[in-house]
């Protein structure tokens, strides 16, 4: 070891009050030598002081800590994978209610492993975590269903009507498979929209390496590609990922970049759950290149867009016109 | 009495339960000083100790199960961390528009210091940034981390001085030079 990293040690013991006595002395007298190394200790200290800031000053209580940590293990649904949490979490409070009142209800019936759950939305994005650590984020009138244990299967599989977006939690020896108008998405552990209709399913991957199938052919979609699924007979369909347009619903925050006027004012009407009219063609393909902050009233936005794109912004009998 | 590391999972909940009131504190203090989030910060651990709860299998765990349980908390929080940024792309532009500047130049020596500090801080190697974090934020004795984490004092004593030794070469242009400076404000 070197001699300069050997005085580090012993600075530190002094500092913290672990050094010997001989230890203390030999400190002391090099303190003594030179002014640089008087600096160079008041520099630790520094450090050491100014750390102290970065504390965690709230005192947790681990017993009540274990009262949750019991709880989780034993209502199925309660468990978290780390990577989800977001700051919009908050915004979906009604839906966290709905969950409570249903893990209330499972841990009343102690559910076995084959029971089959679903979990659906009405007007509110829904975001829930499987038995797995997987995370489900449902739009609005969605519904999954899967079985309570995926323990003692060969694989995961969950059914979808709707749209929703996945985080798999990686397990390479346990597909997680899920059931479409169509066809089925296997994937291994990544993170993707799907939204399916009665007739299509539409896949777009984030993160990873997803697996999409019908009776036709089998292929591989991966980051910022889309894979869409026409009908049971037809051949699949992939194209590269051009928008970022379909995390918004548990983001809370729709993120256009050069993107046309149209999907934005589908998106909107969906979200906001009102009549947005354009008046012409020419003004649809129009781009918008900012993001929306979803929490916030649409006519802000359509203002916005009004005064950027130089169109006219009006309402009459609640209908919101752009022209 | 250290929990034989095969019989930790559900089948011995009163065994399971001691690991857990004993360390639950020091990891969700690790924790929350790298995510800087107590909410996410509790969730990665109760993520640590469910998958423990969980397992089927007998864990091989060739250290001490104390060292074992806060390498999970680092590298949980780092992959936590790395995934947020991800989706921090996403979100720039609302990102931008939030950042709020407060500079007045009296103040601004020391605030950047504290900033540079936790990157610094968070920056330095596992078993280095894990003992720092036990020395400095759960203030106990070399003894006590050797002993929680299965490793010779010396080498406790080691990473300390590599710790301080790093910070300070990482902090070299923010570390106020003048002495005065610090004797006032200590």
Redesign the interface.
Known sequence: MRESDKIDDLLVKVMLGEATEMESKLVADWLEQDDANRRYYVQFQTIWQESRRLMHQRKIDEDQAWERFKRSVETPKVITHPASLFRSWIRIAAAVLVVLGVALAYWLNRPTATEVLTLASLDQPLTDTLSDGSIVHLNKHSHLTYTAEFRGKPRREVELKGEAFFEVAKNPEKPFVIQVSHGTITVLGTSFNVKNTEKTTEVIVETGLVEVENTVQKMKVGPDEVAIIPSDMAPLIKKKKDDILYNYYFTGTLVCRDTPLNDIVRKFSEVYNRTIILTNEAIGAKKMNTAFDLSDPLEGHLRLISQTLEIDFYTRNDTLYLK | MEINSYQIN?DNEAAF?QL??KH??GM??YA??LVK???????????I??KL??KEEQIEIRESVSGYLYRSVYN??L??LK??K??DA?????MEQDRSVNNTSSRLE?GE??KH??KA?NELPEKCRTIFQM???EEL??QEIADRLGLPVKTI??Q??????L??IK?ADF???S?LL?LLT?
């Open positions: 559900r339960e857990f009131k639950f504190r969700h203090s929350f000083t989030d107590d909410m996410a910060a509790e969730e990665i651990v109760q993520n100790f469910y709860w969980e949980d929080c992959n936590y995934h947020l991800v989706r996403y979100q720039s532009y609302a020391l210091l504290e500090l936790e801080l020395s400095r934020f004795r070399y004593e080691n300390m001085g590599k710790a301080l030794r910070l300070r902090l570390l106020p030079t002495i610090i200590c």
